[in-house]
């Protein structure tokens, strides 16, 4: 079906990996030009290239279903190395002295594991929806905030749409995941005087 085709395209196109490797350099270039960028694509290659490097190697080994890790058992181990990447990513930024929205950022993904990572180990809470989410609060920080609000609110609802729509998850789970997103992302950077 056609709905199905979309929501297999939304659901690659706005992946997690994706979003994570994407937004640092981006941020860093809307908020201070190509030195930020480059601070980004820092935060990029650890939070985001070094979990996607796992997660294909472990596709590619056999030991989980597709780089979206439908099996919520099987996620632990990539969750994990997502956190020790992130974890890396924060200290050398913080040490290096990157820009703060930057350190920021990172900080807000750290916690929206902190809290995601427990919850998935019981109940299936969406990665795509807390990330699209979070993502959208970031941007509408470097991006004139209404029309980012407002056009990231429709991409988010696109993302929850097309994950219950592949019986990934269930309203619930997304509803959940864009939660944490918003409010985790929205404390972390109100806590660093950039929210």
């Known amino acids: 079906m056609m709905a199905d085709q979309v929501a297999r395209r939304v659901t690659d196109v706005l992946a997690p990996q994706v979003l994570v490797i994407a937004m640092p350099p981006l941020v860093g270039l809307l908020a201070q030009g190509w030195a930020g960028a ?4 820092l935060a990029s290659a650890l939070c985001g290239g070094v979990p996607a490097a796992v997660i294909a190697f472990g596709v590619r ?16 181990g990539p969750l994990l190395s997502a956190v020790g990447a ?7 930024l913080v040490a290096l002295g990157a820009p703060t929205l930057l ?13 995601t990572v427990p919850v998935t180990l019981r109940w299936k809470i969406s990665f795509h929806a807390a990330v699209s989410a979070g993502t959208v609060v970031v941007l509408a920080h470097v991006l004139p905030p209404v029309p980012t609000v407002l056009a990231g609110g429709a991409v988010v609802a696109l993302v929850c749409w097309a994950r219950v729509r592949l019986a990934h998850h269930t309203a619930a789970q997304v509803g959940a995941g864009a939660l944490v997103g918003v409010a985790g992302t929205w404390a972390t950077l109100a806590a660093f005087g950039v929210g």
């Open 103 to 115: 350190v920021a950022t990172v900080t807000a993904m750290l916690v929206a594991l902190a809290v």
């Open 38 to 41: 480059a601070w980004g694509l």
């Open 86 to 92: 992130v974890l890396v990513a924060l200290v050398l």
């Open 61 to 76: 080994s056999g030991r989980l279903d597709s780089h979206h890790i439908v099996d919520r058992a099987r996620r632990t």
